[in-house]
């Protein structure tokens, strides 16, 4: 994926902060880190994290006090990009983006009944390598109907569906359910994926539902247990 359709380093900060504060890493009321440490932590600018602030401050979740330092404010909804992103290393946390490898049309059974089509309907997938910090993670393979768009380019993507959805195809996605069990990593996996083709790995199927109130996403994960765990958190 092209440098062009990343998101900007200060909205990946604040989608990072956001996701973070949702799991319940910080809790309402409670003080993050100064600006300082928390930069150094993240490995940006101080200028770049104080544009993440910005943000989450204009969205209502953050709370500056002079002198004092800034509180988390209120927990974020579902419309944060990393919402339902539940991965995260074992070290802790990480910032997710991710590499397209394939955007085509195909059919699939399977994957047609979920999402209550016929089982010859053309369907658009998407597979990606995620990664965290920029360290592999994962293989995504995510399907949607071929009814939404005609034609889907990958160069006119961007880094997060969720975005794209929303903006380009006129839903989003307001719910998920996720079923997690062990799986053999595909044979179409990229280099940079350390768990070996046909190798044990944790595996997620996911259902999302719009705000139609209808499954419109289908997506298979494989990641990579050894540094990477699945993680969700409620308060």
């Known amino acids: 994926m092209s440098e062009s359709t990343r998101l900007p380093l200060f909205i990946q900060i604040s989608e990072l ?35 993440a602030l910005n943000e989450l401050e204009q969205n209502g979740l953050l709370e500056r ?3 004092s330092g800034t509180y988390v404010k209120n927990t974020p909804d579902n419309s944060a990009v990393y919402h339902f992103f539940r991965l995260e290393l074992k ?19 399977y994957v047609a009944s979920l999402l209550g089509l016929e089982s010859n309907a ?6 990606r390598l995620r990664k965290l ?41 307001s719910k998920v359910q996720d079923s997690i069990t062990v799986d053999h990593v595909p044979d179409w996996k990229h280099q940079d994926f350390k768990p070996e083709i046909g190798s044990a790995c944790g595996y997620i199927e996911r259902l999302s539902w719009s705000n139609r109130d209808r499954i419109e996403e289908v997506s298979f994960t494989w990641y990579d247990p050894v540094n990477v ?5 409620w308060t």
């Open 122 to 127: 053309q369907l658009w997938r998407f597979r």
């Open 65 to 67: 006090i002079q002198g």
């Open 91 to 109: 070290s802790g946390g990480g910032l997710p983006n991710a590499d397209f490898l394939s955007v085509e049309q195909h059919t699939n059974t």
């Open 133 to 173: 910090d920029q360290q592999p993670a994962a293989m995504e393979e995510i399907w949607i109907s071929g009814e939404h768009k005609e034609d889907i380019a990958p160069d006119g993507l961007v880094e997060s569906l969720y975005v794209y959805y929303r903006e380009k195809l006129g839903f989003w996605i």
């Open 17 to 51: 902060l956001r996701r973070e504060i949702s799991a319940g890493y910080w809790l309402p009321g409670e003080r993050l880190p100064t600006e300082a440490e928390l930069a150094k932590k993240l490995g940006v600018a101080v200028g770049t994290l104080r544009k």
């Open 229 to 233: 765990r699945y993680a969700a958190r």
